[in-house]
T-cell receptor, first 115, second 118 residues
Framework: DTGVSQNPRHKITKRGQNVTFRCDPISEHNRLYWYRQTLGQGPEFLTYFQNEAQLEKSRLLSDRFSAERPKGSFSTLEIQRTEQGDSAMYLC?????????????FGSGTQLSVL | AQTVTQSQPEMSVQEAETVTLSCTYDTSESDYYLFWYKQPPSRQMILVIRQEAYKQQNATENRFSVNFQKAAKSFSLKISDSQLGDAAMYFCASKSKTGETSGSRLTFGEGTQLTVNP
């Protein structure tokens, strides 16, 4: 069990560029979540997958954001035409629901800086 | 909608002493979960303790315990015998239970930065 892996760890980009982040969940986990955390704040929910199906999206996920989870394994989060307000840490979490109890395992996040 | 509020941006405690972190929440749900997560400088969120709202008994995990006051919508975390490794940002969070079969979002508070002094 290598835990939830996120790449890259840091990303610096210029305003208007597109960026893509990757999350590799724990192998048997069927649920995958994306959260965004700005400096000094708690994480905010972005979207959630069960297997390959995207079941819930936050209003924070504007049309510039898209997330995918092909084949129910790894997931990617793409931000098009980045803005300075997109600067944040993007956290991924995965879980395997068992017996009504769900425990999330978080990755270490991707820190995005938009210049 | 759920909201979670942590009114203490920073707290400090002496090693081996006890500290209590405060959290209040608001929800229209009748059943829900409450959590405390720890985020060390490594940035990885780690579950510290979990409470199911329908359970009267306060959850405990070794040196960590909660004081769950459902009527007051209060959920504080007590850390006993504080250790240097407890230094981190602590987040209180809630989750609706209605999404049990499909998963549901966590709603986090703003966090409390805990410093442990040797």
């Amino acid at each position: 069990d290598t835990g939830v892996s996120q790449n890259p760890r840091h990303k610096i980009t210029k305003r208007g560029q597109n960026v893509t982040f990757r999350c590799d969940p724990i192998s048997e986990h069927n649920r995958l979540y994306w959260y965004r955390q700005t400096l000094g704040q708690g994480p905010e929910f972005l979207t959630y997958f069960q297997n390959e199906a995207q079941l819930e999206k936050s209003r924070l996920l504007s049309d510039r954001f898209s997330a995918e989870r092909p084949k129910g394994s790894f997931s990617t989060l793409e931000i098009q035409r980045t803005e300075q307000g997109d600067s944040a840490m993007y956290l991924c979490a995965s879980s395997l629901r068992a017996g009504g109890r769900e425990k999330l395992f978080f990755g270490s996040g991707t820190q995005l800086s938009v210049l | 909608a759920q909201t979670v509020t942590q009114s203490q941006p920073e707290m400090s405690v002496q090693e081996a002493e006890t500290v209590t972190l405060s959290c209040t929440y608001d929800t229209s749900e009748s059943d829900y979960y409450l959590f405390w997560y720890k985020q060390p400088p490594s940035r990885q969120m780690i579950l510290v303790i979990r409470q199911e709202a329908y359970k009267q008994q306060n959850a405990t995990e070794n040196r960590f315990s909660v004081n769950f006051q459902k009527a007051a919508k209060s959920f504080s975390l007590k850390i006993s015998d504080s250790q240097l490794g407890d230094a981190a940002m602590y987040f209180c969070a809630s989750k609706s239970k209605t999404g049990e079969t499909s998963g549901s979002r966590l709603t986090f508070g703003e966090g409390t930065q805990l410093t442990v002094n040797p």
